[in-house]
């Protein structure tokens, strides 16, 4: 029997604040929310339009529209529209296709034993929190305030916009300094540098300079050039380090989520020497099911020999390099299988933290367990 069309949801919400970008923050989560109950996914949405009086100030090609978008719509951008209005708020409709059923002669499974529907919940960190809005407008403001305060160097390690990264030093220690590089998550489609500033507390307490980059974002550029990017940021690193007030000799790796493979894959790569340790937090290291969901597409990967050259946990690190790994406790099964396989593979000591989701599993990067963890692999790669 042949499927009918999917029928058009539409879904809305209106904000008000002084800072128009916030405002369309609110507005563009409370119309998500709406859809939610129709379990609606960013990879079923057709059709975004923004009402503004400020159309210039919410225009898409801004950074800090750009940024909200895709923390708020998942990476995916569906055709926008701007328009003007004489209201003080901000007003967002989305519309999306309504996911289709199961077609009768479908598969039950697609991969790993799960049907398309229990897949795509496992690999969406999204699915396990109740608010990801707050959690992203934490992020922000802490990540600002922290900045701030701790007047990071922002540095140019590659000619586009994305190839940056900001450089803390810790208060009244002389180098040259070990090096702590954090690379940040976002299913390699969103979030930035100055989101997660504030997750180098404990390792800047701990006496190590920590490096927080940046990459281009998907699909703006594909995988293979996020990770070009980062073995350049590396490289980077590496040769300006004592300028930077730096030990080139002790430079460590981490990462979160999409930070976390290119964190380990790194330690795979030609550009691995120059690293003494790595530590992936709540890593996808085989990217296998990714497949099955359409982010393989948005990272432009073409096929089976694509994945599972980009996946770390078919290969092997460097013999030099120091290995740890770390998810969640309140994480998906798969989140948490994922880094348990990988550890295994890579014969790595792991830790799943008992309580913590996708996302506050960074908070204990500023104390308690997670920050042990990541200090203790460290001192064992230097």
Not at 16 to 30: G, S
Not at 168 to 192: C, N, T
Not at 299 to 326: F, T
């Amino acid at each position: 029997m042949p499927l009918t069309e999917p029928s058009v949801l539409t879904g809305e919400g209106t904000a008000e604040h002084a800072d128009p970008v916030a405002a369309l923050r609110t507005a563009l989560a409370a119309a998500m929310a709406s859809l939610a109950p129709h379990k609606v996914t960013p990879a079923d949405l057709t059709r975004v339009s923004i009402a503004t009086r400020t159309e210039a100030l919410l225009h898409p090609a801004r950074a800090a529209v750009d940024l909200s978008l895709r923390e708020l719509l998942g990476g995916f951008r569906p055709p926008i529209d701007l328009s003007a209005h004489e209201h003080n708020n901000v007003t967002v409709r989305i519309e999306a296709n309504a996911p289709r059923p199961m077609a009768p002669d479908a598969p039950p499974h697609v991969w790993g034993g799960f049907s398309f529907a229990e897949l795509a919940r496992e690999y969406s960190p999204r699915a396990f929190v109740p608010d990801m809005a707050a959690i992203f407008d934490a992020w922000r403001r802490d990540g600002a305030a922290f900045r701030e305060k701790h007047l990071a160097a922002e540095l140019s390690y590659g000619p586009t916009r994305g190839e940056a990264v900001d450089l803390y030093l810790p208060e009244g220690r002389r180098g040259p300094l070990p090096l702590w590089v954090f690379i940040h998550g976002g299913y390699w489609q969103a979030v930035d540098k100055a989101h997660n500033g504030q997750f180098a507390a404990g390792m800047l307490a701990a006496g190590y300079a920590v490096a927080v980059p940046n990459y281009t974002l998907a699909p703006t550029a594909n995988l293979h050039e996020i990770v070009r990017q980062t073995q350049t940021m590396v490289a980077f690193l590496a040769r300006e380090a004592r300028a930077l007030g730096c030990d080139p000799s002790e430079i460590h790796l981490a990462g979160h989520s999409a930070g976390g493979h290119l964190a380990a894959l790194l330690a795979t790569l030609p550009e691995g020497r120059l690293v003494r340790s790595a530590l992936p937090l709540s890593g996808i290291f085989d990217l296998a099911p990714l497949a099955h969901l359409t982010y393989a597409h948005l990272l432009g990967l073409d096929d089976a020999v694509d994945l599972a050259r980009l996946s770390p946990q078919h290969l092997r690190p460097l013999p030099h390099i120091h290995i740890g790994a770390a998810a969640g406790g309140a994480e998906s099964g798969e989140f948490q299988r994922q880094t348990l396989d990988f550890a295994r593979a890579w014969s790595a000591p792991s830790r799943i933290i008992a309580g913590r989701h996708h996302f506050n599993l960074l908070d204990g990067l500023c104390s308690g367990d997670l920050l042990d963890f990541a200090r203790e692999i460290a001192a064992l790669g230097r």
